[in-house]
């Protein structure tokens, strides 16, 4: 078995391959770029192909099934990248990588604690050895309403770390989980809208959830909401954001992800034009937090990301069912 690895870093995911490989006796080829019409070949002879999310067309599978590809791995949680109809009619599996969910939560209650005490203002200022206290003031955590939209592995573990802070937490979800229950009150989504002041997004992209944040859910928020957004960027329609950002009704946002990310995140642009007008207006707002798609980034989880793809790459070899296949 051989796995073409795509956008592949040397300096983090690499030596986790080296590792793997020899322990299960799988090769590889590897490139730093992305995939595109120009190195698809890299894949020729393999049986598998592994990315981070990146823009991958019907066009790309089939001359990867030609070349031998029979299944896709994705590096992330998120597989919406990934033309899944188009692998099903191929007859390819497509695998992600459930890595350790902590990190995420954890970097959710991050972005939720720095809209609250306005650290971007705060360290900005500093920078200017500004250290006066006028708009600067703060709030407490566990004087807020949170409200979780989406229950799955990460919404689970935000819910349990936000309890510790003693706050009220709201849950929706369209499957309700047991465990949560202890922690959290279930809600439609329109009253987790009304009575949240922090809501933090954690459900998958799809056509459903597409732009759910937008200008009519924005209008049935509080005044003052603030937005956390650590699952997919478009979930949120940024002119409808910002909108909401110039009229103060949105106080704060902490985002982790934006829409149009592909080809920009995780490449080095600096002294560049960027071609994402949304991007730039969010940067330029006080209290607005943009960090590069960075909530999953620690030791442990990329090891587990290069670790699941062998793991489905060996069971495929095995002929044993592959545990991250999302088209089971």
């Known amino acids: 078995m051989k796995i073409a690895f795509y956008a ?7 030596p ?3 590792k793997f490989s020899k322990q299960y006796g799988i090769d590889f080829v590897w490139t730093a770029a992305y995939p595109d019409e120009n190195n698809l070949d890299l894949a020729r002879g393999c049986d598998a192909v592994s990315c981070t999310p990146c823009r991958m067309t019907e066009g790309m599978l089939d001359t990867w099934y030609g070349y ?35 990190c995420v939560a954890d970097y959710a209650i991050m ?47 935000l819910i349990r770390h936000l309890q510790g802070f003693g706050c009220r937490i709201l849950a929706y979800d369209k499957y309700r989980n047991e465990g949560v229950k202890q922690y959290a009150s279930y809600v439609d989504l329109d009253t987790l809208w009304k009575e949240s002041d922090i809501i933090s997004l954690h459900l998958p992209s ?22 956390i957004n650590t699952a997919r960027g478009n979930l949120i329609d940024s002119g409808a954001l910002i909108d909401a950002l110039k009229r ?14 592909y080809g920009l995140y995780y490449e ?14 969010l940067r330029s707002f006080p209290n607005v937090i943009v960090s590069p ?36």
């Open 68 to 102: 031998g590809v029979r299944s896709i791995l994705t590096r992330s949680i998120g597989f919406d990248h990934v033309p899944l109809a188009k692998a099903r009619a191929l007859g390819m599996t497509v695998s992600n990588t459930p890595y350790p969910t902590d």
């Open 16 to 18: 986790f391959v080296e």
């Open 248 to 261: 103060k009704k949105v106080s704060a946002a902490g985002l982790d992800l934006i829409e149009k990310e």
């Open 111 to 157: 972005l939720m604690l720095l809209c609250l005490r306005q650290m971007k203002q705060i360290m900005i200022r500093a920078e200017a050895q500004d250290f006066t206290l006028r708009n600067k003031m703060g709030r407490n955590l566990e004087d807020m309403t949170i409200g979780v939209a989406g229950t799955g592995h990460i919404g689970q573990v």
């Open 206 to 227: 799809n056509p459903e959830t597409f732009h759910m944040v937008n200008a009519e859910s924005l209008a049935k928020m509080k005044d003052g909401v603030i937005l």
């Open 293 to 328: 798609h960075m909530a999953f980034y620690v030791e442990s989880t990329v090891a587990g990301m290069i670790s699941d793809n062998f793991v489905s790459t060996d069971a495929r070899a095995r002929g044993t069912a592959d545990p991250y296949n999302v088209l089971k």
């Open 268 to 281: 080095f642009h600096a002294g560049e034009a960027l071609d994402n007008d949304e991007l730039y207006m």
């Open 8 to 14: 592949l870093r040397d300096f983090d995911e690499l």
